[in-house]
């Protein structure tokens, strides 16, 4: 049942900020339907109405039903649950696929007969949509980055690996497919216990906390602009990708079974990754681009806590290949996996490939010197000095660069890694010359074998769909395993660890304690420049490859080499004066078309693409001005606006505005910090004449300084800045009969005034409400005798529905109201001999206290609650 | 412009050098005051001022000369910013003037005795008012002024030179009054807080050891401060010892002591009599004080409306908003003493009613409800003596003082 409502919430709540979550949610969902193989019916029910919602979803994409409908008709002929297929929905067929991965039974003949046929359907499809396929490629890398190399079928679950990486920012929009993801994870993982590695239920049992607290979250997302559905298209597709590739790939390595050829293609995708990811990439989801680099980060360094498991899946893979290949070594599966952790930090040390080089020679030597006295399985590789391969320089390499630059410097000679190239390498079209040959090469060996209808182009984009999921190489030995019974039998018994050839998280456990004290060790001055480059690499990538659209590139280009020349100026000189800088070359115009825009502290240089346009922003105001959320909500988005004009430097009646509708909602929400931000804002911007609600605000602030700061000279000095005119505005005029109220005393003016209030004046006071009452109560029980009827206390104290008009049980429900906040704050009261309340004066006089506030906390500010901060949006 | 001839001008320049370093070697304060003063406007200052525009090169003739070099760096900026002022170019003369005084204070700081105390106070008096000129000048360009905060911070620099245990110490407190000037001209009040208490909590310092009129000086000021604070009883002491050590001729001065000294004086209850106001021209106060006499809460509300602006900037209007109460206390005495006259046994009671009307015929329009929110407050704050029956809306007065006196002390609060 509870699958349903996860699929449920899913759909009726599109999370169009996130566009890759809402379609992993689904494949996931669908994924734990499948495992729950008898309730099929069940499944199948659900899946249809998926069907529906997705269609709903994807009009307009017509190239995705295709896609699908390729698929089912290839992929499923033969699929055991194939009853499901006529009624279900494409996705349910292409998520279906994973799950042969990891129910062993099942899926074994199946896979192999469905493994043949997919590549087919697929590689047309990514033909017709090259740009989808290549342009997911970016996100899917950082994510898959962690897989558990073992594990097919964790593949299935490609959003929980990058969920340390997404966690990081304040993105509670993310809560709901996470919370369905645990829900629908668990059972896989311990269904198959035979396939699941001892790794990847430590991957679960590690993601479940994570995700459990966001689950009492109540779903609140309900928003979505009409400019969103694009990115609502990539996404379905992103997850289909997800799920059919391992199809392709086992189908491409149970034909060729020799690791040898089974892996070259895989080499040859990274290069045409490249081009790939660079071509579309960037102009259709700008945000992808922009997010990467800190979710590159903070996935590194998500990566020390999460534990072994979860550390990076190419490790092995990496080392098993280049030994395979290029140093014409022993199999690389009979290396101790100490050892492939010995070879992986030495490369890891190393910063260039001229290092490398002579890093890999010397372990070739120190290897075959191993192998020949037959040392190689004894020796503790773990605690093997890395200076005696690193004679070069090792003092040079600085430690904290170390885990980056081994994902940076990919040498020629180190190929299987260079997967990483087309997100590290800052000139990959130089670098990746020649193994693009390579790819040609294999692709038209490929292409030979598999598929005759292919073009080698086609097999290109085939390779550059592959390479965008890196973890797949990783897996390359669990999926053969899973095709050949015999070695998945092997697999079953023994475990992932016990393997030798198999990834071993064994050595990647070595590897964690070096990962997390390199990145602790991280300066921040190298981590930003590192950040500098990693985002410039984009840049590149993107200049290079549009040619539709090259002039935009080419000047962020110019813009962020100036940002960063002289950002090196300042480093360097430190003395160049502010004023001598050239801010207006500096400034970014940006090309987002993005309504909506989650706020997101900048910590570099503003990405062009990521920042909206004048007129973007303005609809983008106007969204939030009509938008049916909450505060929080809200508050994010103005900021984000707020952000976007500030990077741009518009300064006019918009900016303006922005900052007056923040000001009202923060007012509204009693949010008295951006408040005051915006208020701030505000003064600089009239004072620069730009119009605005001069005297609206002016009323507020008088209020803010009466009721808040109490700050004499501050009222003074806003009261003398007050013009003749500004007097006689009505909010204005209000303003100051407030502060002469609340100077005097006089409570029964101030809730006269209270009710009469314009604007958002009555919202100030507010704030002060509760100090007026308290001061009228401790007056009157001073100076009355003997009793006060509550009654009165409610009609002059401003308790609800104390108006003349309203009469009958709103003045009665004014008087419990009333009663209600006596007792609370200690006043004694009796009834009379009518039997009606009164105030006991004497009594009450010395028992009157302030109680603690009931939404108070301990840092003070209400707004930072933990769960408002998860329901934000 | 006269028209100044090479020679002469050469003559002039070489004569104020001569005089200057006279000046320092002899130690003659006073002299090296007048060649320092710009703002005096002295001929003979304007005459060099003339010279130099003519004769360009003043620099080479500091140097050629032994006697000059030695002082030239403060020769050389001062000789700039003379000129720059006497075209009227107040920011170039400003920053000039800065250069100077930086130089004249890292030069006073070698002198051991405190002999230059006078000049530097004229480099301390100079540095502000031009700084309040250049300001003025950016202003009316369009610019944000800011010399002023930057002439804030090279007298914090000075104050510093001269808190020490040497003979120069007195000279601190002329340095904090001139701080006092520039912030309460800049709205930055708050910055004077640690001058005030490295005046008043340092060891160092004896305040009777000051110059009086420095003494004078920072209790007025100080005195302010506490008016803004609303501590009425310290402003009072304050203020008084202003007023009581100030030179009793200079009447502006008393004035401006005056000018904060009655509203704290009428806040404790003190009435000053009539001719004080006229006699120094304290007009504003006149309606004040005798709605304050009279219990007649409309003149002092007009009186209010009509200072507003005046009030509002001199940073009295909310203490003497604050009398409406005391205004209230005598207008109740008023009614009590009428009561008296015709029904002495129920005098105590007044009625809500009967405030209501009285306060009607001074064309203040309120309710009951206010009006016992008024006689709430009135009875809180011990300005009535009794209490407030809500059930029969009336005021029950003690038999005893019914209306006690403030005497000096503050409106309890």
């Known amino acids: ?873 | 412009m006269a028209y100044v001839s090479m020679g002469e001008a050469h003559r002039r320049i070489t004569e104020y050098l001569n005089r200057f370093c006279d000046a320092v070697s002899y130690q003659d304060s006073s002299m090296l005051c007048r060649l320092l003063s710009f703002s005096s406007n002295s001929p003979s200052l304007i005459s060099l001022a003339d010279a130099l525009n003519v004769f360009q090169d003043a620099s080479s003739l500091i140097r050629q000369s032994e006697k000059f070099s030695e002082y030239g760096e403060i020769l050389a900026h001062l000789f700039r910013s003379l000129q720059s002022y006497r075209v009227g170019n107040l920011v170039e003369a400003y920053l000039a003037f800065d250069k100077f005084a930086n130089a004249f204070v890292q030069e006073f700081r070698n002198w051991e005795s405190a002999w230059a105390l006078e000049a530097l106070y004229v480099v301390c008096y100079e540095i502000r008012i031009l700084a309040e000129k250049a300001d003025k000048e950016l202003t009316s360009n369009g610019k944000s002024p800011e010399k002023l905060k930057a002439a804030g911070s090279l007298l914090m620099k000075v104050f510093g030179v001269l808190a020490g245990k040497g003979p120069k110490r007195v000279g601190a407190l002329y340095v904090t009054c001139q701080l006092f000037k520039t912030y309460f001209k800049l709205g930055t009040v708050n910055l004077c807080r640690s001058v005030i208490r490295s005046i008043e909590t340092a060891r160092i310092f004896d305040f009777e050891e000051f110059p009086r009129r420095d003494k004078v000086t920072y209790m007025y000021y100080t005195g302010r401060l506490e008016v803004f604070n609303e501590n009425f009883p310290a402003a009072d002491t304050k203020l008084s010892y202003a007023l009581q050590h100030c030179n009793p001729r200079r009447e502006r001065n008393i004035r401006m002591i005056l000018k904060y000294l009655i509203p704290v004086k009428l806040s404790l209850g003190i009435i000053p009599k009539d001719e004080l106001l006229q006699k120094y021209n304290l007009h504003e106060y006149m309606n004040v004080v005798q709605a304050l006499r009279k219990g007649d809460l409309r003149l002092l509300r007009h009186a209010l409306q009509e200072h507003e602006d005046r009030f509002l900037r001199s940073g009295v209007y909310l203490v003497l908003e604050k009398l409406e109460l005391q205004v209230y206390q005598r207008l109740m005495k008023k009614i009590y003493i009428i009561q008296k006259l015709s029904d002495p046994a129920r005098a105590h009671q007044l009625k809500l009613e009967v405030i209501a009307k009285a306060l009607r015929w001074l064309e203040i329009d309120m309710d009951l409800d206010e009006v016992e929110c008024i006689m709430t407050i009135l009875i809180y704050k011990n300005l009535v003596k009794g209490y407030l029956a809500h059930k029969s809306k009336v005021v029950v007065l003690s038999k005893q003082d019914p209306f006690p006196k403030l005497n000096g002390k503050p409106v309890s609060s």
């Open chain 1, 1 to 873: 049942m509870w699958v349903k409502i996860t699929v449920d919430t899913r759909h009726t709540r599109p999370l169009p900020t996130r566009k890759t979550t809402p379609t992993r949610g689904i494949q996931i969902t669908t994924v734990a339907i499948n495992n729950n193989n008898n309730n099929s019916n069940l499944a199948s029910h659900i899946l249809s109405s998926l069907q529906g919602r997705i269609k709903t979803q994807t009009t307009g994409g017509g190239y995705q039903s295709t896609s699908y409908s390729n698929q089912t008709a290839g992929g499923y002929p033969s699929a055991d649950y194939s009853n499901q297929t006529p009624t279900t929905s494409n996705q349910g067929n292409y998520t279906s696929n994973p799950y042969q991965n990891y129910t062993p039974d099942a899926a074994n003949i199946h896979s192999s007969a469905a493994a043949a046929t997919p590549p087919v359907h697929y590689q047309q499809n990514y033909q017709q949509w090259p740009g989808y396929y290549s342009q997911t490629e970016v996100p899917c890398a950082p994510g898959t980055e962690k897989l558990p190399a073992a594990s097919a079928f964790s593949q299935s679950f490609p959003v929980t690996n990058e969920m340390p990486a997404s966690s990081g920012q304040p993105a509670p929009s993310y809560a709901q497919p996470w919370r369905q993801e645990t829900d629908s994870s668990q059972p896989p993982s311990q269904q198959p216990a035979a396939a699941v590695s001892a790794s990847n239920d430590a991957y679960w049992m590690h993601q479940t906390p994570n995700q459990q607290a966001y689950y009492p979250v109540p779903p609140q997302n309900h928003y979505q602009s009409p400019l969103e559905t694009k990115p609502f298209y990539e996404t379905p597709i992103q997850g289909h990708q997800r799920a059919t590739y391992p199809q392709e790939l086992n189908s491409q390595s149970s034909i060729h079974q020799a690791p040898l050829t089974y892996r070259q293609p895989t080499q040859t995708t990274p290069s045409v990754d490249t081009q790939r990811v660079s071509k579309i990439q960037i102009p259709t989801n700008p945000r992808i681009a922009s997010n990467l680099p800190s979710g590159y980060t903070k996935m590194d360094k998500g990566r020390s806590p999460a534990g072994a498991t979860q550390t990076p899946a190419y490790v092995s893979v990496s080392m098993s290949n280049p030994k395979g290949h290029t140093t014409a070594m022993p199999e690389p599966g009979t290396f101790p996996k100490s050892l492939c952790g010995f070879v992986e930090r030495a490369f890891a040390r190393c910063k260039d490939d001229k290092e490398k080089a002579s890093c890999q020679a010397s372990l070739k030597k120190i290897i075959t010197e191993a192998t020949n006295d037959g040392t190689i399985n004894t020796r503790d590789w773990d605690t093997e000095p890395l200076s005696t391969v690193l004679n070069t320089d090792v003092t040079n390499t600085e430690p904290s660069s170390a885990p980056i630059s081994s994902l940076q410097n990919k040498s020629p000679t180190r190929r299987p890694k260079s997967r990483w190239e087309p997100l590290v390498e800052s000139k990959p079209f130089v670098k990746s010359a020649p193994t693009f040959t390579t790819g040609v090469k294999f692709g038209g060996w490929n292409h030979q074998n598999e598929n005759n209808k292919k073009s080698s182009d086609s097999f290109q984009k085939v390779d550059a769909v592959t390479g965008s999921k890196p973890s797949y190489y990783a897996q390359d030995s669990a999926k053969k395993i899973f095709q050949r019974p015999v070695k998945r039998q092997r697999f079953s018994s023994g475990s992932s660890t016990a393997n030798d050839n198999d990834s071993s998280s064994d050595s990647e456990k070595d590897l964690t304690p070096y990962y997390s004290s390199a990145m602790s060790l991280a300066s921040s001055a190298d981590e930003k420049k590192r950040r500098d480059s990693r985002s410039k690499r984009f840049e590149k990538v993107q200049g290079h490859s549009r040619g539709n659209d090259i002039p935009k590139p080419k000047i962020s280009n110019f813009r962020r080499g100036t940002a960063l020349r002289l950002g090196q100026d300042l480093d360097e000189s430190g003395s160049r004066a502010v004023e001598d800088m050239d801010w207006d070359a500096l400034t970014v115009k940006g090309t987002c078309q993005e309504i909506e825009k989650r706020y997101l502290r900048l910590t570099s240089a503003p990405e062009p693409s990521t920042v909206r346009p004048e007129d973007v922003l303005e609809k983008a105001l106007l969204m939030v001005q009509d938008s049916p959320k909450n505060y929080l909500y809200k508050c994010d988005q103005l900021k984000s606006i707020r952000q976007d004009l500030t990077v741009q430097r518009i300064h006019n009646h918009l900016t303006a505005k922005v900052y007056e509708t923040h000001a009202r909602f923060a007012l509204e929400a009693g949010d008295l910090t951006e408040y005051n931000q915006c208020l701030s804002q505000l003064k600089i911007l009239y004072a620069e004449g730009i119009e605005g609600c001069t005297l609206e605000f002016a009323a507020y602030s008088l209020l803010y300084i009466t009721l808040h700061s109490n700050n004499n000279r501050e009222l003074l000095s806003s009261m003398s800045r007050l013009s003749k005119e500004a007097k006689k505005d009505e909010a204005v005029r209000h303003a100051l009969s407030v502060r002469a109220a609340v100077t005097s005393g006089n409570y029964v003016m101030f809730f006269r005034l209270y009710k009469t209030a314009p604007n958002m004046n009555s919202c100030l006071m507010d704030l002060y409400v509760e100090k007026m009452r308290y001061k009228a109560v401790t007056f009157m029980s001073r100076s009355c005798r003997p009793t006060i009827p509550v009654s009165y206390l409610a009609q002059v104290l401003g308790f609800a529905g104390t108006s003349s008009e309203g009469a009958g049980e709103k003045e009665i429900d004014g008087m419990e109201e009333c009663s209600e906040w006596l007792k609370a704050h200690g006043a004694s009261l009796i009834a009379d001999s009518n039997g009606d309340m009164v105030l006991d004066t004497k009594a009450s006089s010395t028992s009157l206290f302030m109680p603690e506030p009931e939404d108070a906390v301990a840092h003070g500010d209400r707004y930072l609650d933990v769960n408002d901060f998860f329901t934000r949006t």
